[in-house]
C-alpha cells in the first residue's frame, strides 16, 4: 500500500498554499535544487565537456526513458525523451501518415489540445497531398472511425473538463478499419496507469513536467512501438537521431529504433531535475494513487455540490470517466480563480468559464481538499471575486 504521508514529505510545497494545479506544473520534488546544483558545480563545472561521456549526459534520454515507460507500461528500449510534447505530436504524425500513405485523414476530437491540432495543421500544409484534418465531438470519436482514417491522434484526458476516453476501446475499432493511433498522454502519465504493451497505440507521447513533476519545460517523451521502430522515417532527422552523430556523415542514415527520434542536444539540467522526480514513484503505486485520486476528487464534488450552489461541475460525474482533475464552471471563473490564489488556493483558469484542479494525492489529502472548499464557498457566498484586481486577466491563465 502506498503511504502518501511519506510520498508528501519528499515535496517542496510553500507553506499556507493548498496546490491544486499539478495537473499543469508538478512542484518541486526535494532534493531537485541539490542534483542541479551538483551537476552544474561536479559534471559541468569540472567535467565540462567531458561529462557528455563521463557522466553519462549522453545516454540520459534512453536512461530516463526506460524508466518513464515503466510508468506507461512501455517495455525497455521504446521510450526516449527530449524536446517538448508539441514537436513529440508532430514526429509520431508524421510517421503515422508516412507509414499509411493511401489515406488522408486524421481523425483527433474538437477536446484536443489545441497544440496537437495546430501540429496536424502545420504538416498538413507542409506535406501539401491533400490530407485532413477531421474533428468529432469526443462522444463520437469511436462512430467517427472509418476506412478514410490514416491515424486516429487523441489526448486521452481532456485538459478542460478532465473527461477520459475509452483509449483500449477506440484503439481496437482504429486498427479494425486499418487505420495508425497515437495517444496523448500529457494528462494521463503519472496521473494513474496506463499501459501501452496491450492493446496499445503504435505511438505515444506526453510531458514530464505535470503529473510527473520534472519542472518547467522538462523533457517529453515518446514511445513507439518495437514492432513499428525500424519502419519509422524521422520527420525531424536531427543529428543526435543518426546512426552514428559523430561519423558527421553529409547523409542521414536513421538510428536504431527508439533512438531514431532524438533530434538535438537534451537539455541535461532538466534532465536532472527528471532524475530527482522520478525517484518520488520508486515504492508507489499507480493503482493505489488511482484509488485516492478517485476517493479525493469524490470528496471535492460532492462539498461543492453541497456548499458551493453557484459552481456547476465540468467534469464527467462518474469517476471512470474522468482523469485526475476535476473543473467546475463559473461564468466569471477568473476572477473566481484569481480570488482562491489570492488566499492561497491554487488551481487555474481555462476559457471560457472552467475553473481547473488537479488532484495529486502524492502530495493532496483530505485536509487540502476540504481547506480549498471552505475558501471557494466563502469566495462565492460572499462575492469576494467582484473586484477590478481579480478580473484583469494575465497572459497565463
Ligand atoms: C500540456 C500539453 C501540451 C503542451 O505541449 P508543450 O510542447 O510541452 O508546450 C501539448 N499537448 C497536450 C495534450 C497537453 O496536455
Given amino acids: 500500500m502506498t503511504d502518501f504521508a511519506q510520498t508528501k514529505t519528499l515535496f517542496e510545497l510553500p507553506e499556507g498554499v493548498i496546490y491544486l494545479d499539478g495537473n499543469s506544473l508538478g512542484p518541486v520534488p526535494k532534493g531537485v535544487e541539490a542534483r542541479v546544483g551538483e551537476m552544474i558545480a561536479n559534471e559541468w ?210 538510428g536504431d529504433g527508439i533512438d531514431r527520434m532524438r533530434v538535438g542536444t537534451p537539455a541535461m539540467l532538466q534532465f536532472a531535475a527528471l532524475e530527482v522526480a522520478l525517484e518520488v514513484w520508486e515504492g508507489v503505486s499507480l493503482d493505489d494513487v488511482r484509488a485516492r485520486s478517485i476517493e479525493l476528487s469524490e470528496l471535492f464534488i460532492s462539498e461543492v455540490a453541497r456548499r458551493c450552489p453557484e459552481v456547476t461541475l465540468a467534469s464527467p460525474r462518474a469517476a471512470d470517466a474522468r482523469g485526475s482533475q476535476v473543473s467546475f464552471r463559473h461564468p466569471e471563473g477568473y476572477a473566481v480563480m484569481q480570488a482562491l490564489i489570492a488566499r492561497g488556493v491554487i488551481g487555474d483558469f481555462r476559457t471560457p468559464d472552467i475553473l481547473r484542479f488537479g488532484v495529486t494525492p502524492l502530495y493532496i489529502g483530505e485536509d487540502d481538499i476540504i481547506g480549498a472548499v471552505d475558501v471557494l464557498e466563502d469566495i462565492l457566498t460572499n462575492r469576494l471575486w467582484d473586484r477590478p484586481e481579480f478580473k484583469t486577466r494575465a497572459f497565463v491563465t
Avoid at 476506412?147 to 481532456?158: I, K, S
Avoid at 485538459?159 to 486498427?175: K, P
Fill in 45 to 254: 563545472g569540472k567535467l565540462l565537456i567531458t561529462a557528455w561521456n563521463k557522466a553519462g549526459w549522453m545516454a540520459m534520454p534512453r536512461v530516463l526513458g526506460d524508466r518513464v515507460g515503466r510508468l506507461i507500461g512501455a517495455p525497455e528500449g521504446s521510450v526516449v525523451l527530449g524536446d517538448t510534447l508539441t514537436l513529440k505530436v508532430y514526429q509520431a504524425l508524421a510517421a503515422s501518415l508516412e507509414l499509411n500513405p493511401e489515406r488522408r485523414v486524421i481523425l483527433s476530437d474538437s477536446g484536443n489540445f489545441p497544440s496537437d491540432l495546430y501540429m496536424a495543421e502545420g504538416l498538413i500544409k507542409t506535406l501539401d497531398r491533400g490530407h485532413e484534418l477531421k474533428l468529432a465531438a469526443p462522444e463520437d470519436v469511436l462512430a467517427a472511425i472509418d476506412e478514410d482514417v490514416a491515424v486516429l491522434m487523441l489526448t486521452e484526458v481532456d485538459y478542460r473538463t478532465g473527461r477520459r476516453h475509452d483509449l483500449t476501446a477506440l484503439t481496437a475499432r482504429a486498427r479494425e478499419v486499418g487505420a495508425l493511433v497515437i495517444w496523448d498522454l500529457a494528462h494521463s502519465a503519472g496521473g494513474f496507469a496506463v499501459d501501452v504493451s496491450t492493446n496499445g497505440p503504435d505511438f505515444a507521447v506526453g510531458c514530464t513536467y505535470k503529473y510527473l513533476n520534472a519542472g518547467p519545460g522538462s523533457p517529453a517523451f515518446i514511445y513507439v512501438d518495437p514492432a513499428l521502430a525500424g519502419d519509422v522515417r524521422p520527420a525531424l532527422s536531427g543529428w543526435l537521431g543518426h546512426r552514428a552523430p559523430f561519423d558527421f556523415e553529409l547523409t542521414y542514415h536513421a
